[in-house]
């Protein structure tokens, strides 16, 4: 007899919800998850000594109100947390200007590895030739990526890497005497938050660039906002909208002659891998995001790295150490008396920076390029396709070749239903799919900006499109559906604002029990 | 293609510039199978293993501590790893719970308010405290004992140039180690927005004038920051109890691998609501669904940040240290309070013990400073009339690496090194240590 082994072979998604309880409230007094390790008699007398030495005031009075719990309920709670967490391992995460792309299993791998998990920054040079090797290498990688002189692996994230760079346009001013009268800092409207952030960290004022109706920076008035005022410009390109500035030789020509440093926001490095770099546009800074670009997971935040490239002259104000190779060794620089000092302690992300170092091994120039070009089609095909519908939007010239990303409005679906980007991108996740970054760039209204990176493959795209075409549709016939999404996730929407209420806020285990008590 | 009506992916670059088109391939290494990759990168690796095999004395904000091995399983699960900043909040419950009970559990074991998800690590996290009492405060120095590791200090220094903030250097006392409490009064002043103390000093000291410095601190009406070592806070008084308004630390030594140094774990914590509003870094709040029928979490006080706020944010960060927050969130779940007061006793005997022995060789003295000590000490060669960077390479070719010297940041201390003595050191690595130091120095 023949049986149907079949059913629905379409995606359906619907998340872990286990009310997981807070790790405190399964804690049971006497329960242990790790004992201490045992002290000989020899150990215990010396104990007893140092005991004696603590002053009163020294010592802890009451016991921190750390959980209790055994091993195995640590690692249930925390493997239920990890089943109520979407990542990249488990669907579609296009989220734009991050480039959430697949991390390939092998650099985990290597990153795990004893031999750099017990490794001490100070330990001597001559036991660290082989990670010192990988680390000066890489810098040399990045340099060839960029077309800059010289890069420094040390800052531990973009903008971490954006302060870098911004202190080195200061120590730059600061050598010409120019630094009290170069006060300004040129960003475009279009620009990552980060960048202005970065810019005022450094003491810098924030100038902003409009864009012209083409989405690029407008070349007239930033004729007009150039002076003997500006430090510098921070610009991504592509940029936020996925527009190539095409007259960024302009650009950089209108702040050089003003006697202002150009710096490249690498976020968006990945549309044009081997096809065109920051220093042939004019850039004299730029920084890479290693967690984007170069494959290294994002770990729900953190940690990346953000290295920092520059050119020849401006090589002696990279943080210090560096890693430097004399054509025998491999050592760490710390003589470089005009660098702007440090940024961190140690000498940076390694971790992360070796996963960077297989991900170019493995992929080559040949396959770095493919990224690119693959990242584009990927993000052009899913334009057309979405854009067919004639629900959504591309602001800025639809019909113009985006780069890795896009943007789309939802503003007619809004104007028609009240149904705005917020409830399309939530309704989203009902799908198994992430949202794209909402609302940004701040130049468009209603904007949802979909990177869907060179992992996706068309079938994954033809879905996204399909899903988003869906859920415009259900807009108009069952707005409910979309109002009230999600429901196959771990939680419904959440109220965020009464999360940093001040009279619902509530930030610990211990605010939380307070309120419980009073309430 | 087809679909989108080019014929070749060249006409998607079109638009970039002919001047600014890179005309050949990028000079890098060919594309290499993983099994090639693999090999060269653990040959290269394997080359460091003296490295790792080693045993180390050295610590100085990056220590060896056991790792247990749920923590590295638990940390290295894909949905956490693969997973975003959570700004879908309703997708990534996971990842916002665990760092909300990362943040409650910095507050119990430091005894403060609140506590963000994490900065990059103990240096800035250092160089943000100063810039968030300037804020506060609207004050514009900051004073910091003398006794201060090297990075964190030139990292302050770094933070605190463009912000107009100076950084103004206070005596410790190099017979007994502690802040110079008449130095500090003398150079308090109205322009004072905070006071930094570490406790543990750089050196180790145990510092008993904490309570001291935070009354003369909150007198002149500035901030009282510390920097703490996570590890000691089993047994020791936490900053929260000596009257801290911001505490920092290094949050590696809590399950997270040295990994040549990164990354690490920036720790901080401050109280009252004043100040909570003036932090920096991401902050995650339990709250409700909207229907309020489930308990759910999501980021808080996103006004503070630079995605909202651009210039005018509290900071630049944006990615953090978060998967290290997680780790750090396993490893104190199964240590409990019982787990780190175990741990703290066996780091304060290895610590006695190893102090005891090494003092009996001849012409080394062991700790420089007087006091009790936690983790770190200072072994000083002065009197052996040897350097310790020489010693350094003679002791590595017996299999051990000692402490680093302090002989560039705090000259007046001579040929000292600060070494570092955690759970991991047996009683056999400690003798084997002091056995080497004898052997090298009679030779």
């Not at chain 1, 399909?466 to 196959?488: C, F, G, S």
């Not at chain 2, 050295?58 to 997973?83: K, M, Q």
């Given at each position: 007899m023949h049986r149907d082994l079949g059913g629905s072979t379409e995606l359906t998604f619907k998340q872990a919800s286990w009310h997981e309880p807070l790790i405190f409230e399964l804690s049971k007094k006497g329960k242990i998850g790790q004992i201490g390790p045992t002290l000989t008699e020899e150990e215990r007398s010396t104990l007893s000594e140092a005991m004696k030495n603590l002053t009163e005031d020294l010592l802890r009075k009451t016991r921190p109100n750390l959980p209790e719990v055994s091993e195995v309920e640590v690692v249930r709670h925390f493997t239920r947390l990890s089943q109520e967490n979407y990542g990249v391992d488990l669907g579609t995460y296009p989220l734009g200007s991050c480039t959430m792309k697949y991390n390939p299993k092998i650099c985990e791998i290597l990153a795990a590895s004893p031999r750099l998990r017990n490794l001490h920054?100070?330990?001597?040079?001559?036991?660290?030739?082989?990670?010192?090797?990988?680390?000066?290498?890489?810098?040399?990688?990045?340099?060839?990526?960029?077309?800059m002189s010289k890069v420094s692996l040390q800052p531990s994230a973009g903008a971490h890497g954006e302060l870098c760079g911004a202190l080195i346009i200061r120590a730059a001013h600061r050598e010409r005497n120019e630094l009290d009268r170069r006060t300004e800092m040129i960003i475009p409207d279009s620009s990552h938050g980060t960048n202005p952030a970065s810019a005022a960290m450094a003491g810098f004022k924030v100038v902003v660039a409009p864009s012209d109706s083409e989405g690029c920076i407008d070349i007239e008035a930033l004729k007009k906002t150039v002076s003997s005022k500006t430090a510098g410009m921070m610009i991504t390109n592509p940029?936020?909208?996925?527009?190539?500035?095409?007259?960024?030789?302009?650009?950089?020509?209108?702040?050089?002659?003003?006697?202002?440093?150009?710096?490249?926001?690498?976020?968006?490095?990945?549309?044009?891998?081997?096809?065109?770099?920051?220093?042939?546009?004019?850039?004299?800074?730029?920084?890479?995001?290693?967690?984007?670009?170069?494959?290294?997971?994002?770990?729900?935040?953190?940690?990346?790295?953000?290295?920092?490239?520059?050119?020849?002259?401006?090589?002696?104000?990279?943080?210090?150490?560096?890693?430097?190779?004399?054509g025998q060794n491999y050592y760490l620089d710390y003589n470089r008396p005009e660098s702007i000092g440090r940024l961190r302690a140690f000498h940076g992300n390694i971790s992360v920076l070796l996963r960077a170092y297989a991900y170019v091994l493995l992929l080559g120039a040949e396959g770095l390029e493919e990224i690119a070009e693959i990242s584009v089609l990927n993000a052009n095909y899913l334009a057309?396709?979405?854009?067919?519908?004639?629900?959504?939007?591309?602001?800025?010239?639809?019909?113009?070749?985006?780069?890795?990303?896009?943007?789309?409005?939802?503003?007619?679906?809004?104007?028609?239903?009240?149904?705005?980007?917020?409830?399309?991108?939530?309704?989203?996740?009902?799908?198994g799919m992430h949202a794209p970054t909402m609302y940004f760039p701040?130049?468009?209204?209603?904007?949802?900006?979909?990177?869907?990176?060179?992992?996706?493959?068309?079938?994954?795209?033809?879905?996204?499109?399909?899903?988003?075409?869906?859920?415009?549709?259900?807009?108009?016939?069952?707005?409910?559906?979309?109002?009230?999404?999600?429901?196959?996730?771990?939680?419904?929407?959440?109220?965020?604002?009464?999360?940093?209420?001040?009279?619902?806020?509530?930030?610990?285990?211990?605010?939380?029990?307070?309120?419980?008590?009073?309430? | 293609m087809k679909a989108i009506g080019i014929r070749s992916i060249e006409e998607l670059y079109s638009d970039i510039p002919k001047q600014v088109r890179l005309k050949k391939r990028l000079n890098l290494p060919i594309r290499t199978s993983e099994l090639e990759v693999r090999r060269h990168i653990e040959s290269l690796l394997s080359s460091n293993s003296k490295g790792s095999?080693?045993?180390?004395?050295?610590?100085?904000?990056?220590?060896?501590?056991?790792?247990?091995?749920?923590?590295?399983?638990?940390?290295?699960?894909?949905?956490?790893?693969?997973?975003?900043?959570?700004?879908?909040?309703?997708?990534?419950q996971g990842m916002l719970q665990a760092l909300f009970e990362y943040q409650s559990m910095i507050c119990e074991l430091t005894a403060m308010d609140y506590a963000n998800s994490s900065l990059y690590d103990w240096a800035s996290a250092l160089g943000e405290a100063a810039r968030m009492a300037s804020r506060v405060t609207r004050r514009n120095e900051f004073l910091i004992p003398r006794h201060v590791h090297p990075d964190r200090r030139a990292t302050l220094e770094t933070y605190a140039e463009p912000a107009g903030i100076k950084v103004v250097e206070v005596k410790n006392d190099n017979i007994t180690g502690?802040?110079?409490?008449?130095?500090?009064?003398?150079?308090?002043?109205?322009k004072c927005a905070a006071v930094y103390l570490e406790n543990p000093s750089y050196l180790g000291c145990l510092q008993i004038r904490a309570r001291d410095v935070a009354e003369i601190v909150h007198s002149n009406g500035a901030l009282f920051v510390a920097g703490v070592d996570l590890i000691s806070l089993g047994i020791l008084k936490p900053p929260g109890e000596y009257g801290a308004d911001i505490a920092i630390g290094e949050g590696q030594c809590l399950g997270n691998a040295m990994n040549y140094g990164g990354p690490l774990l920036g720790v901080f914590a401050c109280k009252g609501e004043e100040l909570l509003r003036q932090m920096p870094g991401r902050i995650i709040g339990?709250?409700?669904?909207?229907?309020?029928?489930?308990?759910?979490?999501?980021?808080?006080?996103?006004?503070?940040?630079?995605?909202?706020?651009?210039?005018?944010?509290?900071?630049?960060?944006?990615?953090?240290?978060?998967?290290?927050?997680?780790?750090?969130?396993?490893?104190?779940?199964?240590?409990?309070?019982?787990?780190?007061?175990?741990l703290g006793m066996a780091i304060l005997s290895k610590t006695q013990y190893a102090i005891n022995e090494l003092n009996r060789i001849k012409r080394v003295k062991v700790p420089l400073m007087k006091g009790q000590h936690f983790k770190e000490f200072t072994v000083s060669f002065n009197e052996s009339g040897r350097k310790v960077r020489d010693l350094e390479g003679s002791l590595l070719t017996k299999g051990i690496q000692i402490g680093a010297p302090v002989t560039e940041s705090i000259p007046e201390l001579g040929e000292t090194a600060v070494f570092s003595v955690t759970e991991i050191h047996s009683k056999e690595d400690i003798d084997k240590l002091c056995t080497a130091i004898s052997e090298v120095l009679q030779s």
């Open positions: 920054p100070s330990q001597n040079a001559s036991h660290t030739q082989g990670i010192l090797r990988i680390l000066y290498e890489l810098s040399q990688f990045l340099a060839e990526i960029t077309g940029n936020t909208l996925g527009i190539f500035e095409k007259r960024i030789l302009e650009v950089a020509e209108i702040v050089h002659d003003a006697g202002g440093l150009l710096y490249y926001d690498g976020a968006n490095l990945n549309a044009i891998l081997g096809k065109a770099r920051p220093r042939e546009m004019g850039f004299d800074i730029t920084h890479i995001n290693i967690h984007k670009t170069f494959g290294t997971p994002h770990g729900g935040g953190g940690p990346g790295a953000g290295p920092v490239g520059v050119t020849e002259e401006l090589a002696k104000f990279l943080p210090i150490p560096t890693v430097e190779f004399d057309r396709k979405v854009l067919a519908s004639g629900r959504y939007q591309m602001p800025f010239d639809s019909k113009k070749a985006r780069k890795h990303e896009i943007v789309l409005s939802t503003q007619k679906i809004t104007a028609e239903t009240g149904i705005r980007a917020l409830d399309i991108s939530k309704r989203l996740l009902d799908f701040l130049i468009v209204r209603e904007a949802m900006m979909i990177e869907p990176t060179e992992t996706e493959s068309i079938e994954a795209l033809d879905r996204y499109a399909d899903v988003l075409t869906k859920i415009a549709e259900e807009a108009y016939q069952q707005p409910t559906i979309v109002k009230e999404a999600p429901q196959n996730t771990t939680v419904g929407r959440v109220d965020d604002v009464a999360a940093s209420h001040p009279k619902t806020m509530c930030l610990t285990w211990r605010m939380y029990r307070n309120r419980q008590a009073t309430s | 095999e080693i045993v180390s004395f050295l610590g100085g904000g990056c220590w060896n501590h056991y790792v247990p091995a749920a923590v590295s399983d638990i940390s290295s699960r894909a949905e956490f790893v693969t997973s975003y900043t959570p700004y879908q909040p309703e997708v990534s502690q802040i110079d409490l008449n130095d500090l009064e003398s150079k308090i002043t109205s339990l709250t409700t669904t909207k229907d309020e029928k489930h308990r759910a979490y999501c980021m808080a006080l996103q006004t503070r940040e630079q995605h909202i706020r651009r210039e005018r944010a509290t900071s630049n960060i944006c990615t953090n240290h978060a998967l290290c927050a997680l780790t750090a969130t396993v490893y104190l779940s199964l240590m409990g309070a019982s787990g780190m007061r175990e």
